[in-house]
Structures are given as structure tokens and as C-alpha cells.
């Protein structure tokens, strides 16, 4: 076993491990963080289906930002969308046969990394172009950009440029899973590649890109407009009354 697979499969392990305690500590504050104030973004449903068909809508259609701006829509659409059919794509390197459905969108996949780096692009040219944008980018904002155009710069580049040994890499990621090592096909553009996934898998939970869990915590979005109905009150206001 060469020193490479060993570094790679033990940055592997660390990278998950903190991708999965950094999201669980994560969802666990959010979820006891309380909301002391009713404020739905109105006009808001009155009941809670309603607020569940809201957010599906917001979820898979990102109304409110459809609403806010069309520009910024179109290429946080075209990004997110595309990165769910790469990520689907990519699930035939986790398992053994591959599933049907995942077989299925193999041809989409590979368009859809082109999609994914334009939408990224026009994400990130907005944040030099529109002065207002700039002036509140931050360097993390940068950075979590430059990351995810780098994963799939050199994804696309293994694809259209350099083949890498795409049976070697299922070996290794199997063996990871089933904690019986493989060797790492030596590619430079692959080891890119997949530092840059580690990275991004142990950043997540400590950035901005916790707006996937994020949105579902957002008491402008998951309230009820029901403040006549029910008194809404804080667990630790109704403490105070006591
Ligand atoms: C452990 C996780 C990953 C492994 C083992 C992996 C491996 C690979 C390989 C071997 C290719 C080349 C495919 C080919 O030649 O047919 C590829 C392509 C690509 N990867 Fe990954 N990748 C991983 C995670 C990711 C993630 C998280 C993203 C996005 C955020 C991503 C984005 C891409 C893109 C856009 C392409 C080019 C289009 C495509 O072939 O689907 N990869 N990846």
C-alpha cells in the first residue's frame, strides 16, 4: 500500500467525520435556538401545510430569490441544479452494481458539469461586477467559490483532458467504505480533485454553505401566519411567566 492511499483514505475518514459532527453539532444549536418573535415573510400561510408546501417551493424552486432578483436566480439555478446531477452521477463510484436510475442520467451528468462551473461563474463574476456585492464580499465568499470551480474544473478536466483509472478510483472509494483499502490511482488531477472535495467536506459545516440546513431553520420562512390563533411564545418566555 503506498504512502498516497494511506494519506488520502485517512484524509478521507477525517474530512467525513467532521463533515458529519460539525452538521450534527450545527443542526442541534439551530434547532434549539429559539425564535422569541412571529415574523413569517408575509403575505405567509396561515397553517402548517401551508408553510410546508411554502417551503418546498423555496427548496426546490428558490422562490423568494426569484422574486428578489432574476440574474442572481438563473445562476444559482443553473449552479445548484447542475451540482445535484453531478453528485447523482457521481454515486456509481459508492456502489457495487450501480443503481439503475443513476446509470440512467450518466450522459446528463457530464453537461451538467459544464453547468455547474457557468453557474458558478456568474455567481462569482457578480461579486466583482456589482459594486454593491463587492463591497460585502468577504474572503470567505471567495473562497468557498474558488473551491467548488476548482472541484469541478479538475472534474471536467479528468473528464475532457487527462482520463484518470475511473475503475482504480471506485476501488478506493469501495475500500474506504468497506474499510478494506485500495490503491489510489496516482493522477495528479485526481488528487486535486479530491483534496479539494475534503476540503469543502470539512469546511461546510463552519460556513456559509450551511444555508442547506440553514433554510429550513429561518423563522421568516417556517412560521405560520397565525398570531391570532395562537399566542406565540418563546419556551424561555413561557419559563419567565411561571
Ligand atoms: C469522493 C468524492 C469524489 C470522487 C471520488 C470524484 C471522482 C471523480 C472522477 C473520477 C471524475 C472523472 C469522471 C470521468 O472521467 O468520467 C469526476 C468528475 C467530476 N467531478 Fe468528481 N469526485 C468526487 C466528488 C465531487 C464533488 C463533491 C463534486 C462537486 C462539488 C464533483 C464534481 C465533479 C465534476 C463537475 C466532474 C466533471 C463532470 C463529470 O464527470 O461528472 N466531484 N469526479
Redesign the pocket.
Same mark, same amino acid.
Given at each position: 500500500m503506498s504512502a498516497l492511499t494511506v494519506i488520502f483514505a485517512l484524509v478521507?475518514y477525517a474530512a467525513t467525520a467532521l463533515l458529519a459532527a460539525g452538521l450534527v453539532a450545527k443542526i442541534r444549536q439551530y434547532w434549539r435556538t429559539p425564535a422569541p418573535l412571529k415574523i413569517p415573510t408575509t403575505p405567509a400561510p396561515v397553517r402548517g401545510s401551508g408553510v410546508a408546501w411554502r417551503m418546498a417551493r423555496e427548496v426546490a424552486l428558490f422562490e423568494s430569490l426569484f422574486k428578489a432578483n432574476k440574474w442572481i436566480w438563473v445562476f444559482a439555478v443553473l449552479f445548484h441544479a447542475? @451540482?445535484l446531477? /453531478?453528485?447523482l452521477?457521481?454515486l456509481r463510484?459508492?456502489t457495487e452494481p450501480v443503481w439503475a436510475p443513476v446509470a440512467l442520467i450518466q450522459p446528463f451528468?457530464?453537461y451538467?458539469?459544464?453547468a455547474?462551473?457557468g453557474g458558478l461563474a456568474g455567481l462569482w463574476a457578480r461579486r466583482f461586477l456589482v459594486d454593491r456585492i463587492r463591497y460585502i464580499s468577504t474572503y470567505s465568499d471567495h473562497l468557498m467559490l474558488a473551491l467548488?470551480v476548482g472541484?469541478?474544473?479538475?472534474?471536467?478536466?479528468?473528464?475532457?483532458v487527462a482520463?484518470?483509472d475511473?475503475v482504480g478510483?471506485?476501488a478506493?472509494?469501495l475500500g474506504l467504505t468497506y474499510f478494506d483499502w485500495k490503491p489510489l490511482p496516482a493522477d495528479p488531477l485526481?488528487m486535486l480533485? @479530491?483534496l479539494l /472535495?475534503?476540503m469543502?467536506?470539512a469546511v461546510f459545516p463552519f460556513s456559509k454553505l450551511l444555508h442547506v440546513p440553514g433554510v429550513f431553520f429561518s423563522p421568516t420562512r417556517n412560521q405560520a401566519d397565525d398570531p391570532r390563533e395562537h399566542r406565540h411564545i418563546a419556551p424561555w418566555a413561557a419559563q419567565l411567566e411561571k
Open positions: 478521507f447542475a @451540482l446531477l /453531478v453528485l452521477r457521481h463510484y459508492f451528468g457530464i451538467a458539469g459544464f455547474m462551473v467548488l472541484v469541478g474544473l479538475t472534474g471536467l478536466g479528468m473528464k475532457f482520463h484518470t475511473i478510483v471506485k478506493f472509494i485526481l480533485h @479530491l /472535495v475534503a469543502l467536506m
